[in-house]
């Protein structure tokens, strides 16, 4: 064989992260800085050599933040492209850096901070949207609208108590993300690359100094670990799930053919060929970003199936599907809350809907009931009644006493003023119902601030 020249395949723009991973550049000088210190603290450097690489790292941090870094080709990941401005200005000092840690303590310590600093952010963004939903709520005490199961009218209820629904669902994506955070919100640092480390150093200082609340206890698990990020996922999936509903809603309602309410201009689009749409293109689309928000839950969880332990390089895909889950739910959340903040409510048309339908049955049968009707029996008498009404095109309402005395003679007057709309709301004032003074109960809560962490 003819000697064949071994040609060398460039695989670096294969391995690489920094073109994403360099959103983390902040924390990673943070936490290069918390580690320095704690490498002066126990003596593992001298303070001379420390004082050059925090003079230096500060200057990184600078030359970061006004955009004047320049990334190089091999820088691989953000941990290495700080490392390597570092010794090209500090020399041998900017090399003891790394002493007693490892890359893969690195990233999990920079996930975390950046994390639990976007938890705040998301948690901050989910309390405006509760606030838009309770202001709306308040608003709009007198709307009454049809309720809803299995999309079929079932019984009246205040609009505000529809969303006020969505209030308390938001309130537990809030404790969920809390939760989370305590989990996020450990120190990884230090547990080196996967066994800890020979020298005498003070993780608690560095957990200090970073403000974690506690320290991983198992230096393998601690390299392995993504719970965290795929908790964050899940959490966040569930919080999407609760948009898209929401969203869901707004697209039915503003249709032609339920015309609750009207979205403001801001949030629709025109269709560029039938001049009289009106598109609910907003909604629509938090509805469809649903979609790589599960995606994101899913791609991680499979990534992180059957890996061996420890660190495996596979787990540097936890990136994007974060930074995307983050971005995404930022996103929706800065416009969800002014939509709901300017949605325009067609109350009337709501009303008469509510109206339509039988939807003060289950009121008609009550009325029986507190005349001593077994309740099963007093729904059967209400069914045929519904029946024989839709037959001649009545509503209930519109029957006479005569008519309904010949189901039942315990019929009699009285029985229009139960049915009405408005009494048929306001009846229901059992806690959490949809009486108007419960929610308002409701909305009174929603102001007590729990203490969130
Ligand atoms: N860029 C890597 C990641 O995101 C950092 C850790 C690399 N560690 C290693 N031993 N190659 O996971």
Redesign the pocket.
Known sequence: MKNKKSKKTDTSGFTA?ISF?RRLAPYDIEGSIAHCKMLVKCKIISKSEGDKILKGLREIEEEISKEKFKFLPQD??I?MAVERRLIEKTGESGGRLHTAR???D??SLDMRMYLRDEIKKISALIENLQDSIVKSSERNMEVIMPGFTHLQHAQPVLFSHHLMAYFFMLKRDRERFADCLKRVNVLPLDAG?LAGTSSSIDREFVARQLGFSSISENSIDTVSDRDFVIEFLSVGAMLMMHFSRLAEELVIWSSPEFSFIEMDEDFCTGSSIMPQKKNPDVAELIRGKTGRIYGNLQSLLTVMKGLPLS?N?D??E??ERLFDTVDTLKNVLTVLSPLISSLKLNSKRMLSLAKEGYANATDAADYLVKKGVPFRKAHRLIRDIVLYSMGRGKSLEELSVKELKVFSPLFSEDFFDVINIKRCVESRKSQGGTAPEKVKNQIKKSKVKEKQE
């Open positions: 992260s991973d691989e990941d941990h490892s890359r893969n690195q990233v690359a660190y390089r787990m540097q936890d990136k």
